[in-house]
């Protein structure tokens, strides 16, 4: 299995920063990589797939970067509705595993 | 609007039996692979279960492999998972997803539902 590490556990960012979430597989996943937001009380939603993709509909604030092993995404200037817990998930291989997640905090 | 629906969740024994249901609408959902994911209390999420579109594949995780099972009726828009041998560690929120693509299965999900929840408890 493909242990997904997600850093760091908490980010604190002032409104209008520029936010830098990273993720770690133990073993390479090629660029099968997706990220998800998700608020509290609220279902994930898809941020992000194959590493770099825009999902329909998400603002270009959000990017994704990376390859292997190593994965960041970037939340340019965030905005009161970005402060949520964003996870990454590998589909390289099965079964699937998610990061443990990083919450993105008001400062 | 696009959809999914869960419904089925509630307090169970441990070692007793439960069948969680997803009812999906606005989209061809016989061309989708599906999935149940869940998220115990305070962590993070975990994948249990993908069906392909036509049901011809199945895979779950280690955690529920001979106790769960994941089953779809493609005439009535309904997933489903069938829960036996329920645990304390089984208690969570149980999403059922769908993948991105129309016939093919990428193994991420696009349209989530709500959750329902099931608590394992004596």
């Known amino acids: 299995e493909i242990v997904m590490t997600q850093s760091p556990a908490t980010l604190s960012v002032s409104p209008g920063e520029r936010a830098t979430l990273s993720c770690r597989a133990s073993?390479?996943?090629?660029?099968?990589l997706a990220w998800y937001q998700q608020k509290p009380g609220q279902a994930p939603r898809l941020l992000i797939y194959?590493?770099?993709t825009r999902a329909t509909g998400i603002p270009a604030r959000f990017s994704g970067s990376g390859s292997g092993t190593d994965f960041t995404l970037t939340i340019s200037s965030l905005q009161s509705e970005d402060f949520a817990v964003y996870s990454c998930q590998q589909y390289n291989n099965w079964p699937l595993t998610f990061g443990g997640g990083t919450k993105v905090e008001i400062k | 609007q696009v959809q999914l629906v869960e419904s089925g969740g509630g307090v169970v024994q441990p070692g007793r039996s439960l069948r969680l249901s997803c009812a999906a609408s606005?989209?061809?959902?016989?061309?989708?692979?599906m999935y149940w994911v869940r998220q115990a209390p305070g962590k993070g999420l975990e994948w249990v279960s993908v069906i392909w579109y036509d049901g011809g594949n199945k895979y779950y995780a280690d955690s529920v492999k001979g106790r769960f099972t994941i089953s779809r009726d493609n005439s009535k828009n309904t997933l489903y998972l069938q829960m036996n041998s329920l645990r304390a560690e089984d208690t969570a929120v149980y999403y059922c997803?769908?993948?991105?693509?129309?016939?093919?299965?990428?193994?991420?999900?696009?349209?989530w539902g709500r959750g329902t929840t099931v608590t394992v408890s004596s």
């Open positions: 997803a769908r993948d991105l693509q129309l016939w093919q299965t990428l193994g991420y999900m696009d349209v």
């Open positions: 194959g590493a770099s």
């Open positions: 606005g989209f061809t959902f016989s061309g989708y692979a």
């Open positions: 073993q390479s996943v090629s660029s099968s």
